[in-house]
C-alpha cells in the first residue's frame, strides 16, 4: 500500500524559510518522479515542483523559480522542498504524490507565512 507521509511545516514570516520533507513507502520510490502540490484556501491544488527518479531534471511553478529547491535521497525514500523567501502567498497545506500516478492524497503538511 502507497503511504506519503509529509512534515516540516508551520509558522514562518515573510521572507523566512523552511524545509519540507515526504517519506514514500509501499513502492520502489527511487524508480518514480517525485512532485511537491499545494493547496490554498479557496484555490485548487497545484503542482508545486518535480523531481526526476535520479535528480537529473526539476521542475518549477513559476511562482516558486528561484525561491524552492526540490531533491530527493532514494536510499531514505524520502523528498524534500527547501523554501526560501517565503511570500504569504505561500500560505497552503503541502502535499506529495508520486507524478502522474492515481496515488491518494495524504494529510500534508501546513505552512503558513504570516507577520
Known amino acids: 500500500q502507497v503511504q506519503l507521509v509529509e512534515s516540516g511545516g508551520g509558522l514562518v514570516q515573510p521572507g523566512g524559510s523552511l524545509n519540507l520533507s515526504c517519506v514514500g513507502t509501499g513502492f520502489t520510490f527511487g524508480v518514480y518522479v517525485m512532485a511537491w502540490y499545494r493547496q490554498a484556501p479557496g484555490k485548487e491544488r497545484e503542482l508545486v515542483a518535480t523531481?526526476?527518479?535520479?535528480?537529473?531534471?526539476?521542475y518549477y511553478a513559476a511562482s516558486v523559480e528561484g525561491r524552492f529547491t526540490i531533491s530527493r535521497d532514494n536510499a531514505q525514500k524520502t523528498v524534500y522542498l527547501h523554501m526560501n523567501s517565503l511570500k504569504p502567498e505561500d500560505t497552503a497545506i503541502y502535499y506529495c504524490r508520486r507524478w502522474r500516478q492515481n496515488d491518494s492524497w495524504g494529510q500534508g503538511t501546513q505552512v503558513t507565512v504570516s507577520s
Open positions: 523531481i526526476t527518479s535520479a535528480s537529473t531534471n526539476t
